[in-house]
């Protein structure tokens, strides 16, 4: 026991002695580098702070022409600015348009017809041939109504000139008729005779859900893109970190392998070390670039780079499972897509099953009729009835 004591206190003194010996060689020596705190790290290098927070990012590798914003503030900017959002709302408002065309069926329709010609007659009598010269001017104005009625208004004007001459010649015949028509079977009803109408008002109603749905997908996809890009953000920020570290440990083991405490296959590594958490920094700066440009391309940012900040959430939010369901119902875009579209099968259905039946018509009619060798006169008898 008394000899392993003394041995122990031999080694003791002998590092004591090494280590003021290789002080007093490094005060005499004025290249060499003293081992204290303050002449293992450079000065002039960038130094960590003291506490590091996840909250206090600090980046390096920033857009010149970068400008914050928030959640709220970016889905509103994407919501006016997404093209495939404005792609969406162009579809839908020709769907609208379409059903603004279609009403054109209600719409009155003016029709005009002139005819002028000459009719011969050849008879087997001792007499000269039957002539006639004529001319017919006709105006029609057509009314649909919602339940299929037909009602058309027109007004008659010939002119007759005969060889032989009768007792009026020539002569001027007028004609006014309101004619109705009514399909009782076949192409009756509003839905089966403004099927274009309720086509249309359902592909309208299919444009809007489909534009809601692709709103709900760009919020949805800037969301996702909005927290991948402080993500990287923050990983970005750990990998500076990471490297500010390295090179401390890689400037502590140059001084430490110059005063000769440790190997320089120590230095080897730390540089080593070094290079690869660079090579991660790299890396990560590629995923922030990548992240931060997927998420400018969602709002459609053209000269400014919008980059996400921190944006605090109210997730004071009460659920109902009966409430939830029921606006799930009532709001989602696919429900009211699907439901849109059987209301268009049964549609189909019913014109369908129409057109089967056979043609059954009422017709009803009314007219007044003058004749005169005077245009104005026979008009004027037409009128009086």
């Known amino acids: ?70 959640f709220t503030d970016a889905i509103t900017l994407a919501l006016e600015q997404n093209l495939e959002l404005k792609a969406a709302t162009y579809s839908a408002r020709a769907s609208a348009a379409a059903l603004k065309g279609s009403y054109g069926l209600y719409d009155p329709v003016l029709g005009f017809d002139f005819t002028s010609g000459e009719e011969k007659t050849l008879l087997n009598l001792p007499v000269s041939p039957f002539e006639n010269d004529y001319e017919k001017s006709s105006v029609s104005i057509l009314q649909r109504l919602p339940i299929g009625t037909e009602l058309t208004l027109s007004g008659t004007l010939l002119k007759n000139e005969i060889i032989p001459a009768p007792t009026i010649n020539p002569s001027y015949d007028t004609q006014a008729r309101l004619r109705l028509t009514q399909p009782i079977l076949k192409g009756f009803g509003p839905t089966v005779f403004a099927k274009q109408v309720v086509f249309a008002s359902n592909d309208k109603q299919i444009a809007l859900q489909d534009l809601r749905q692709k709103a709900f997908d760009i919020v949805a996809a800037v969301r996702n893109a909005y927290l991948v890009v402080l993500q990287s953000q923050y990983e970005l920020s750990y990998r500076e970190t990471s490297v500010e570290l390295a090179r401390r440990i890689v400037q502590e083991n140059n001084a430490r392998v110059e005063a000769g405490i440790l190997a320089p296959v120590e230095k080897l590594e730390a540089e080593v070390g070094l290079q690869a958490r660079e090579r991660l920094l790299l890396d990560s700066q590629r995923n922030f670039d990548d992240a931060l440009d997927q998420f400018n391309l969602l709002i459609n940012a053209e000269e400014t780079i919008y980059l996400p900040v921190i944006q605090s959430f109210n997730m004071n939010y009460k659920t109902s499972e009966k409430a939830g369901v029921q606006s799930g119902l009532l709001k989602r875009p696919d429900v009211m897509r699907r439901m849109k579209e059987i209301e268009k099968v049964r549609t189909e259905r019913t014109i369908a099953r129409n057109s089967l039946l056979p043609v059954l018509d009422v017709v009803a009619s009314y007219s007044q009729n003058g004749l005169s060798d005077n245009a104005d006169d026979s008009i004027e008898i037409t009128k009086d009835g």
Do not use: Q, W
């Open 1 to 70: 026991m008394r000899c392993r004591y003394i041995i122990s206190l031999l080694s003791v003194i002998s590092f004591l002695l090494l280590s003021s010996g290789v002080l007093f060689a490094d005060e005499k020596n004025s290249g060499s580098v003293s081992i204290n705190s303050d002449s293992l790290v450079n000065k002039n290098d960038v130094k960590l702070t003291d506490d590091y927070e996840s909250g206090d990012v600090s980046l390096k590798h920033l857009p010149e022409n970068s400008v914050d914003i928030g």
